[in-house]
T-cell receptor
C-alpha cells in the first residue's frame, strides 16, 4: 500500500523567507510523487511531479522538490516566499501497478508580510 | 476549452434526500475520479473510472454511487444523504495515471462542490 505523510498542518513564513514543506512517503514499489497547490475556493493545480528522471524536480512559481529515496522524502521548497504563495499544499503518490493517487492531509502555508 | 467543470457549486440537503453531482471534462480524458475533502483528512478517493462504462471503488465508496455513461461525464450520486457526507467534493480527470512511456500523468481538478447535509 502507498501513503504520504505531511508533517505540519500549518506553516508560517515571512515574506522573502525560505519555504519548506515536508512530505514523506511509504511505498513497496518505486513511487511517483506529486505536489499540488490549492488556492482558496479552487480546485487543485499541479506544482510538480517526480517521474524518476531526475531527483531534483523544478515546478511552477519557483518551487522545487527533491526526491530522497534513503529518507523516503519529497520535500517542497522555495527560496523566497511571496504573498501569493499562501495556499494549501498537498503531496500525493502513485505507483505504476495501480490506478489511484493517494494524497496527504495537506499543509496550509501562511506568508506574513 | 473549459477543462473540468462541476455542477452544482453548492448544495444544501436534508438527511435522507438524494442528489447527483455532475462532472464534465472536455479534454477527452479516459480517467475520471471523485474525491471528497474534509478538514485534516486531505483528499480521499470515493470512486473512479478508467473509461466510458467502467467504474471502480476508491478508499471511501460507501453511501455513493457513480456512473460513466459518456466519456466526458462522471456522475456521483447520493441516494440517501447523511450529515457525515457534508464535505467538499472534487472531480478530476486525466489521460492515464501512466502515459505511453509509463510515466505518471497529471490529474486536472474541477473547482469543487460544497455539500451541506442537515
Amino acid at each position: 500500500a502507498q501513503s504520504v505523510t505531511q508533517l505540519g498542518s500549518h506553516v508560517s513564513v515571512s515574506e522573502g523567507a525560505l519555504v519548506l514543506l515536508r512530505c514523506n512517503y511509504s511505498s513497496s514499489v518505486p513511487p511517483y510523487l506529486f505536489w499540488y497547490v490549492q488556492y482558496p475556493n479552487q480546485g487543485l493545480q499541479l506544482l510538480l511531479k517526480y517521474t524518476s528522471a531526475a531527483t531534483l524536480v523544478k515546478g511552477i512559481n519557483g518551487f522545487e522538490a527533491e526526491f530522497k529515496k534513503s529518507e523516503t522524502s519529497f520535500h517542497l521548497t522555495k527560496p523566497s516566499a511571496h504573498m501569493s504563495d499562501a495556499a494549501e499544499y498537498f503531496c500525493a503518490v502513485s505507483v505504476s501497478t495501480g490506478n489511484q493517487f493517494y494524497f496527504g492531509t495537506g499543509t496550509s502555508l501562511t506568508v506574513i508580510p | 476549452n473549459a477543462g473540468v467543470t462541476q455542477t452544482p457549486k453548492f448544495r444544501v440537503l436534508k438527511t435522507g434526500q438524494s442528489m447527483t453531482l455532475l462532472c464534465a471534462q472536455d479534454m477527452n480524458h479516459e480517467y475520471m475520479y471523485w474525491y471528497r475533502q474534509d478538514p485534516g483528512m486531505g483528499l480521499r478517493l470515493i470512486h473512479y473510472s478508467v473509461g466510458e462504462g467502467t467504474t471502480a471503488k476508491g478508499e471511501v465508496p460507501d453511501g455513493y454511487n457513480v456512473s460513466r455513461l459518456k466519456k466526458q461525464n462522471f456522475l456521483l450520486g447520493l441516494e440517501s444523504a447523511a450529515p457525515s457526507q457534508t464535505s467538499v467534493y472534487f472531480c478530476a480527470s486525466g489521460k492515464s495515471p501512466f502515459g505511453l512511456a509509463g510515466l505518471p500523468g497529471t490529474q486536472y481538478f474541477g473547482p469543487g462542490t460544497r455539500l451541506l447535509v442537515l
